[in-house]
Every structure is written in structure tokens, then in C-alpha cells.
């Protein structure tokens, strides 16, 4: 048999979970990729192929982990205005500092900030909603990882656009702009039913089907927000956006802590997918979403970080050990939200809820070569009696050794290749003294 030629091979991995549909694993096996995609999986392959080869020892391979829903650029108000109601937060913290300084400046350096951190612990694909959503483009295309992105659209005036018509045009411009970037996904980011009209929803809606993108939307977050729906349009969130036509399989809903039961049924039937994010609604006492109902009527559930303002940070691997644990306590049952099932929620649940399941979110032959290597060879995740469990219950993301995007190494002996640490650490503390005049004025 003829050696074929390969770009990169990773060799002797002690567990590879695939997160396929039949979620295949695979033990002291490789991984071979060629043209950014993986060409072939699983035992002996090394000796059918040669080139790069990379061997891995002490390794777990996982699908690249996909954030569901977080606001990049907000990592330069980590910690800002913690331990605050909501309101307080928002209106005499974050308010003023983002209507103050949001920029292209801003954004660019809170999301290089915020890539280093996803790519270093094991992100490989991001959903984005904020502004200057072309800085975060530029970002994420120089590091080379994956982001859907979409700036914010609400109806009064914000760092993006003077009116809601305004932002649905600068979107429309912007998925003109990245229709071919292998890395920006554009996507249309509707801010939530409280703060959009229904024309606006519609407005956004009729864009992200022409163009055929995801509609990214926050629903039913706080009760403030259903109360405040009910109160205006005589309906709750999910009732009121499928009474205007906007919930479908390509909505994907941040949040989502108070469906009713008659609203997860809506969520199933019209395929609409979910961005859990524990951390951040844990930490701004929104409450507790009912994951598990959703997933057992068929709602797809991807998780997300939210914010660094509110989480306060970008690790997938945390998340969601935070998820399986936080439903197991408040269910009282210990058999809810089991680890292959939190682990599918950052992969192929995640994929799923981005409409990307046919290129990321398993291992798979034909797929994109986007890969994590997690380091087992610590006494305190070892012995190893299951690799699901030891991930979710064990491990961070700092026990992320290795990140592949594309086939391309982007993390190696956990050192972030595309990124330049002192640098951040200086825009870092550049941003923090510029925002600290605000409270001394």
C-alpha cells in the first residue's frame, strides 16, 4: 500500500472522543489532516501517511470547543462594577464606561485580549454581539480562529449606529465585506425583544433569510425582561417572537432562564437553539435556565460565556463543569446533565447551534481539522477512569496543551502562538487606568 502525503499527524493520543453522532472514541490512535481538514482517524494510521508529525502522549483529543454567546471586547471591564444588582451594574458601571470609550480601539484590544484567552484554553469558534464588529473581524482573522458575528441592533442610538435601520444596513455591509473570509461568519444580532420593536425583529429577520445567517438574539434573560413583554405586547418572549415570525432554525437564543412550558414547546417545534450561560446569569442572580426540560423535548442547547464583565471568564472547559453540576444540585438528581452531555453542549450541540454541524463540533473525516489536546499528566486528574468525566469534573482550561484551527497549530505546550502575551497585558492596564477616571471624576 502507498504512503500517502499528509500535512500534520497527531500520533499516539491516548483517548480521541469524537462527539460524532454514535460518539466513537478511539485509544492510542491518530489523527491525520491535510488541507485544513481531517483525512482520516483512528488506530495504526501514522505507518499509511507521512509529514508533520506531532506525538501525543498523556493526551485526550476533543473537538474544538465552540462559545455559544459571549461579548468579546467587554474583557477590558473584567470585574468592573462586580457584586452590584443588575441595574446598578449596568447603569452606573458599564453604561457609562462603553458609551465613553467603545471604539474601534476598544473593541480591537479587548477582543485580541479575549482571543488569547479562548484560544489558550481550548475555543476554536466564538459568537460574537457587540460593536465594531469590523475591529473584531480584523482580530480574529490575523490569529486565525473562528467567529459568527454580529453587531448589536437595538431601537435608540448606541456605539454601532444612530438607529436600528442604520445597524441592519451596516450588517448588510458587513456580511458583504466577510461572505469569503474563511474565518468571519456574519450573522445578525437583534439585541432582544425588550429593546427591539417588531418591525426591527422583522427588519433583521428578513436580512439573516435573504443572506442566509444566523439570527442571534438574548430572550427571556430576566424577569424584568418577561414582564416587561408581557406588559407591552400581552404575550411572553418566545409567544411574542413567534407571533412576529422570527423564531426558526436559524435563531439562536442567549440565555433563555424563563420559558414557560408552553414556550419550550414552541422552542422545539419552530428548531430554535439555545445559548446556556450559567456563570454569568449565576453571577447576576438571573436565575437558573431549565436546561434539562429543554433537551429532553429536542431543543438543541449550545453553552456560552456571556461577557467578561459578567462571567468574568472565557473558559469553555469551566462552563461547562459549572452547567453539569449547577443542574444536578438544583434538580436534586445527580443523574441530570451527565458529562458527555455537558461535553456535547461545547461541541457538537455547539455546532449545531451555529448551523455549522456539517464543518465543526466532531471528529470526523471531511470535517475541519479543529482540534484540542488536553494534558493529562497531572497528578491531580490522574488516575483516569473516564476521559468525559475527567474533562468535565477535573480538568480547566488551562490544561489545554494543544489547539488546532484549520490544521493549523495555534497552541503548543500551551503557549498561544498568534499572540503577543506582554502586549496584552500592557493594552490591559493602558484600558483599566483610562476607565478608572470615570469613578474618580
Given at each position: 500500500?502507498?504512503?500517502?502525503q ?17 460518539l ?12 485544513g ?23 485526550i ?17 473584567r470585574?468592573?462594577?462586580s ?28 477582543t ?10 481550548g ?8 460593536f ?11 490569529a486565525?480562529?473562528?467567529g ?6 437595538l ?16 450588517t ?19 439585541h ?10 422583522k427588519?433583521?429577520y ?13 430572550i427571556?434573560?430576566t ?19 413567534d ?50 426540560e ?10 456560552g ?8 471568564n ?20 445527580p ?18 447551534a451555529v ?23 497531572d497528578?491531580r ?5 473516564d ?13 489545554v ?23 496584552l ?8 487606568r483610562?476607565?478608572?477616571?470615570i469613578?474618580?471624576?
Amino acid at each position: 500500500m502507498a504512503v500517502k502525503q499528509a500535512d500534520l499527524i497527531l500520533t499516539d493520543i491516548d483517548y480521541i472522543l469524537t462527539m460524532d453522532d454514535s460518539l466513537t472514541e478511539y485509544k492510542d490512535a491518530d489523527i491525520v489532516i491535510k488541507d485544513g481538514k481531517i483525512v482520516d482517524i483512528g488506530k495504526d494510521k501514522k505507518s499509511e501517511y507521512y509529514g508533520k508529525t506531532v506525538v501525543c502522549k498523556n493526551k485526550i483529543a476533543i473537538p474544538g470547543l465552540i462559545n455559544t454567546h459571549t461579548h468579546a471586547a467587554m474583557t477590558l471591564l473584567r470585574g468592573y462594577g462586580s457584586d452590584n444588582p443588575l441595574k446598578v451594574w449596568l447603569e452606573e458601571y458599564i453604561w457609562p464606561a462603553e458609551g465613553r470609550f467603545v471604539s474601534y480601539e476598544f473593541v480591537k484590544d479587548g477582543t485580541e485580549i479575549a482571543v488569547y484567552e479562548m484560544l489558550r484554553t481550548g475555543t476554536t469558534t466564538f459568537v460574537d454581539m457587540y460593536f465594531y464588529e469590523n475591529a473584531v473581524a480584523d482580530v480574529i482573522q490575523k490569529a486565525g480562529i473562528r467567529g459568527i458575528l454580529s453587531t448589536g441592533i437595538l431601537d435608540f442610538p448606541t456605539p454601532g449606529a444612530k438607529t436600528p435601520d442604520e445597524g441592519i444596513r451596516k450588517t448588510v455591509d458587513f456580511i458583504n465585506e466577510y461572505k469569503d473570509s474563511p474565518f468571519v461568519i456574519p450573522a445578525i444580532g437583534p439585541h432582544a425583544p425588550y429593546t427591539c420593536s417588531p418591525e426591527t425583529l422583522k427588519k433583521a429577520y428578513e436580512v439573516a433569510e435573504k443572506y442566509d445567517i444566523l439570527y442571534h438574539i438574548h430572550i427571556a434573560e430576566t424577569e424584568f425582561e418577561v414582564n416587561t413583554v408581557k406588559e407591552k405586547y400581552g404575550k411572553t418572549p418566545v409567544e411574542h417572537l413567534d407571533s412576529v415570525g422570527v423564531l426558526s432554525e436559524r435563531t439562536l437564543a442567549a440565555h433563555m432562564v424563563y420559558p414557560s412550558d408552553k414556550e419550550i414547546d414552541i422552542l422545539s417545534e419552530r428548531q430554535v437553539k439555545v445559548a446556556h450561560c450559567p456563570e454569568s446569569n449565576l453571577k447576576l442572580a438571573s436565575g437558573i435556565a431549565p436546561v434539562p426540560e429543554m433537551i429532553q423535548r429536542g431543543v438543541i442547547v449550545g453553552i456560552g460565556t456571556d461577557g467578561t464583565a459578567s462571567n468574568d471568564n472565557l473558559d469553555i472547559i469551566g462552563e461547562i463543569s459549572t452547567a453539569a453540576k449547577l443542574h444536578k444540585g438544583f434538580k436534586k438528581d445527580p443523574t441530570v446533565l451527565n458529562a458527555k452531555e455537558a461535553l456535547l453542549m461545547a461541541t457538537r450541540w455547539g455546532a449545531q447551534a451555529v448551523r455549522m454541524e456539517d464543518k465543526i463540533g466532531s471528529l470526523e473525516t471531511g470535517k475541519f481539522a479543529d482540534i484540542v489536546l488536553l494534558d493529562m499528566n497531572d497528578p491531580r486528574l490522574n488516575p483516569l477512569y473516564d476521559p468525559y468525566t475527567q474533562i468535565v469534573y477535573s480538568s480547566s482550561g488551562l490544561d489545554v496543551d494543544t489547539v488546532i484551527i484549520g490544521g493549523e497549530i495555534k497552541v503548543l505546550s500551551k503557549k498561544v502562538l498568534p499572540v503577543n502575551k506582554d502586549y496584552l497585558l500592557e493594552k490591559a492596564e493602558y484600558w483599566k487606568r483610562k476607565i478608572d477616571e470615570i469613578r474618580k471624576k
